[in-house]
Antibody, heavy 118, light 112 residues
Framework: EVQLVESGGGLVQPGGSLRLSCAAS????????MHWVRQAPGKGLEWVSR????????THADSVRGRFTISRDNAKNTIYLQMNSLRVEDTAVYYC???????????WGQGTLVTVSS | FVMTQTPLSLSVIPGQPASISCKAS???????????LFWYLQKPGQSPQLLIS???NRLSGVPDRFSGSGSGTDFTLTISRVEAEDVGVYYC??????????FGPGTKLEIK
């Protein structure tokens, strides 16, 4: 059974940093691109970042480029999202997701809430 | 890149059909002949689930009352007979035009 379990969310002040983790199991991790997608309270889905299986290609949305960094550790079947210079508008549930094909996630984690507030 | 959906909300009597339109600002047809348009459903309190891949391919376990159609920039998700368990927010998504993977704004389906 495919499982994706996010952790690391919490309350942080504007300008602060946070690192999210996503532990994957139940599939061949090294065969898949992985994504982070977020959802602000009461809002729609916003794609954030993606990473290829070998960590050679990473891509970030315009809204987070230069502040967020996606990475992965294939030995630990885990992806990460390092979030720096956090803003109030980064407040959201952050989902980890597995790529099916062409940037379309098929399996999603349960999400971890990040709240940026003073 | 912009994805638009209409309507943004829908109230349907159980057993009746429902239809959601999705329009992309650029063609989603790739040079390999495939069209990278996807449909998701986010049920209340849950993570999104992928319903349909590449315009019209239902994922395993998705009821056959769900169908997708369209080409180029115009797409439609149809539910032939809405059931109570279909409530939630439906999103279309394009994965072709990177780096900006884009979701539509969502269509909220309620039962009347």
């Amino acid at each position: 059974e495919v499982q994706l379990v996010e952790s690391g969310g919490g309350l942080v002040q504007p300008g602060g940093s946070l690192r999210l983790s996503c532990a994957a199991s139940g599939f061949r991790f090294t065969n898949h691109w992985m994504h982070w997608v977020r959802q602000a309270p009461g809002k729609g889905l916003e794609w954030v970042s993606r990473i290829d299986p070998d960590s050679r290609i990473t891509t970030h949305a315009d809204s987070v480029r230069g502040r967020f960094t996606i990475s992965r550790d294939n030995a630990k079947n885990t992806i990460y999202l390092q979030m720096n210079s956090l803003r109030v508008e980064d407040t959201a549930v952050y989902y980890c997701a597995r790529d099916l094909v062409w940037n379309a996630p098929d399996y999603w984690g349960q999400g971890t809430l990040v709240t940026v507030s003073s | 890149f912009v994805m638009t959906q209409t309507p943004l909300s829908l109230s349907v009597i159980p057993g009746q059909p429902a239809s959601i339109s999705c329009k992309a600002s650029q063609s989603l047809l790739y040079s390999d002949g495939r069209t990278y348009l996807f449909w998701y459903l986010q049920k209340p309190g849950q993570s999104p689930q992928l319903l349909i891949s590449e315009v019209s391919n239902r994922l395993s376990g998705v009821p056959d009352r769900f169908s997708g159609s369209g080409s180029g920039t115009d797409f439609t998700l149809t539910i032939s007979r809405v059931e109570a368990e279909d409530v939630g927010v439906y999103y279309c998504m394009q994965g072709l035009h990177i780096p900006q993977v884009t979701f539509g704004p969502g269509t909220k389906l309620e039962i009347k």
